[in-house]
C-alpha cells in the first residue's frame, strides 16, 4: 500500500434516482454527508456536494434512468461519486468536457468543472446508449487512492437498511485481496453476519485464502451464516475461493470467462473444505465478484462498451443495470496493483 489507511466504512452504497430535478440537491447533501463520514475535512465536503450536484444535474437535464451512487473508496483515503445512466450519450464528449460547454441538446453541463475539482475523473460514453461517470475524492495525503485500478458497489434491497452484503479489498505484498460476502438472506440478521466476516478479513487480509475462508466460518458459527467470495490478484495469474453463490469471473476486453461460483455450503453452518482455484489474467484483464443480488446474464452477451470500461465504471454499468430489487446486490472489480489499463 502507499500509505497506512484505515479501512473504509463497511457501509452500502447509497443511491440517489434522479427522476426530477429535485433530486440534484438530495444528491449534494448526501455527498456532503459521506465526505464527513470518510473523514475529509476543510473545503473537501462541499467540494462532494458540487461533483455530486453537477453529474446528478446533468443526469435530470439530459439522461434516462440515472442515479447517482455515492460510497468511501474500497481501499481507503477518500470517496466516489458515481454517476449512470441508460440514455442517450455523449455525442463529442471532448467538447463536453470544456469548462462551461453546455447545451441542450446533449450531456455536458458541468463536466469540465468536475474534472477540474476531482482528484480523479473518469467517464466513458456511447452514443444512444449510456453515459457512465465515477468522480473520485481525496485530501492531499492520500491522492494515490484516487487512481486505484478498483470499484464496487453494494446495494441494499429498495427501502431496507442496513445491507445483507458487503466487500472489501486490501494491497499486501504486491497483491490485491478482494473480499464479498452475502449475509443468508437480508435485513439486520444479515448484516450482522455479514459485518462479523468483514471483520475477520480486515484482521488478516494477507492469510491464504482456504485459511481465509476458514477463520469466517469460526466467526459466523452463532450468526445465520453467509456466501463468501475471495479472490487474490497477481500480476500473472488471480486465486479463487468461495463457498455459496458468489460468483467469480475474469472479464477481457473482448469476453467475460472463467465464470465459477463456491462450493455448495453456507459458511459458519455447512461449510465443504475449500479449495483454491487459478485463473489466468493478464495485461487489461479485471477480476469480478458478485453476489447473487446481479443477475449472471449480465456477462452471457456483453457489449464491446462494457468490456472495455474500467473497474469502477464496470462496477456501476452493471449494477445500475442488473441488480435485483429483491435482493441485496453487490459486485466488485479488480486489477491487480499497477495494473492499470486504459
Given amino acids: 500500500m502507499d500509505d497506512t489507511v484505515t479501512p473504509a466504512p463497511a457501509s452500502p452504497t447509497v443511491q440517489v434516482r434522479v427522476d426530477h430535478h429535485s433530486a440534484v440537491q ?3 447533501e448526501a455527498a456532503r454527508t459521506v465526505a464527513e463520514s470518510c473523514g475529509l475535512t476543510g473545503s473537501l465536503p462541499d467540494q462532494a456536494a458540487v461533483l455530486a450536484s453537477e453529474l446528478a444535474g446533468n443526469l435530470a437535464k439530459h439522461a434516462t434512468g440515472g442515479s447517482v451512487y455515492l460510497q468511501p473508496l474500497l481501499l481507503g483515503g477518500g470517496m466516489e461519486i458515481l454517476a449512470a445512466d441508460r440514455g442517450p450519450g455523449i455525442d463529442d464528449l471532448s467538447r463536453a468536457l470544456t469548462d462551461g460547454y453546455s447545451t441542450t441538446a446533449t450531456l455536458g453541463a458541468g463536466l469540465g468543472a468536475v474534472r477540474r475539482i476531482a482528484t480523479d475523473f473518469t467517464i466513458r460514453t456511447e452514443p444512444g446508449t449510456a453515459t457512465l461517470a465515477c468522480a473520485r475524492l481525496t485530501d492531499a495525503d492520500h491522492r494515490p487512492r484516487a ?196
Avoid at 168 to 173: F, I, L, M, N, R
Avoid at 224 to 250: F, I, K, P, S, W
Avoid at 305 to 327: C, G, I, Q
Fill in 147 to 342: 487512481h486505484q485500478e478498483i470499484g464496487s458497489l453494494c446495494l441494499p434491497i429498495d427501502g431496507e437498511q442496513p445491507c445483507g452484503d458487503a466487500c472489501a479489498s486490501a494491497d499486501t505484498d504486491g497483491c490485491r485481496t478482494a473480499f464479498v460476502v452475502d449475509g443468508l438472506g437480508h435485513g439486520p440478521e444479515a448484516s450482522e453476519a455479514a459485518q462479523a466476516a468483514l471483520r475477520v478479513f480486515h484482521r488478516a487480509p494477507d492469510r491464504a485464502l482456504p485459511d481465509m475462508l476458514f477463520a469466517v466460518h469460526r466467526a459466523l458459527r452463532h450468526t445465520r451464516g453467509a456466501a463468501v467470495g475471495v479472490m487474490r490478484l497477481h500480476h500473472d495469474r488471480t486465486e479463487y475461493c468461495g463457498v455459496g453463490n458468489v460468483r467469480a469471473l475474469v472479464v477481457t476486453p473482448e469476453t467475460a470467462r472463467h465464470g465459477m461460483t463456491g462450493l455448495p455450503g453456507v459458511v459458519g453452518w455447512n461449510m465443504p473444505t475449500p479449495r483454491t482455484h487459478t485463473l489466468p489474467t493478464g495485461p487489461g484483464v479485471i477480476a469480478v465478484l458478485h453476489s447473487d443480488g446481479i443477475h449472471p446474464r449480465w456477462a452471457h452477451a456483453p457489449s464491446r462498451f462494457l468490456l472495455r470500461l474500467p473497474p469502477a465504471l464496470l462496477a456501476a454499468a452493471v449494477a445500475h443495470t442488473h441488480r435485483s430489487t429483491r435482493d441485496d446486490a453487490t459486485f466488485l472489480a479488480a486489477r491487480a496493483p499497477g495494473g492499470r489499463f486504459v
Fill in 26 to 28: 438530495l444528491a449534494a
